[in-house]
Nanobody, 120 residues
Framework: QVQVVESGGGLVQPGGSLRLSCAASGNIVSIYNMAWYRQAPGSQRELVARITSGGLTEYAESVKGRFTISRDNAKNTVNLQMNSLSPEDTAVYYC??????????????WGQGTQVSVSS
């Protein structure tokens, strides 16, 4: 009864920008932590950025100064603004949500992922 869906991925040239969005829907009572992860082919899934319910943020060293994570609690969404993209950012990006679901309790949920490709 809860779903997390990413959008905004695509192909962009080096130095370009993309904005990813993640929308959670269903019988959601509240959202605790939300985060973006990414996984490149042959690599482990890694944390890109996270944001707490209070708005505190953390970033991977490789994206600091380039990526910005934000959330809209009223809309149950989390966004990732990605600037100055490089080929090393190419990966499938996944949204992670730590939720409290009505009649189910606290659950962690992953989106299906959205492809980000950075190439000239």
């Amino acid at each position: 009864q809860v779903q997390v869906v990413e959008s905004g991925g695509g192909l962009v040239q080096p130095g370009g920008s993309l904005r990813l969005s993640c929308a959670a829907s269903g019988n959601i009572v509240s959202i605790y932590n939300m985060a973006w992860y990414r996984q490149a082919p042959g690599s482990q899934r890694e944390l890109v950025a996270r944001i707490t319910s209070g708005g505190l943020t953390e970033y991977a060293e490789s994206v600091k100064g380039r990526f910005t994570i934000s959330r809209d609690n009223a809309k149950n969404t989390v966004n990732l603004q990605m600037n100055s993209l490089s080929p090393e950012d190419t990966a499938v990006y996944y949204c992670y949500a730590d939720l409290f679901v009505r009649n189910m309790g606290r659950r962690t949920t992953w989106g299906q992922g959205t492809q980000v490709s950075v190439s000239s």
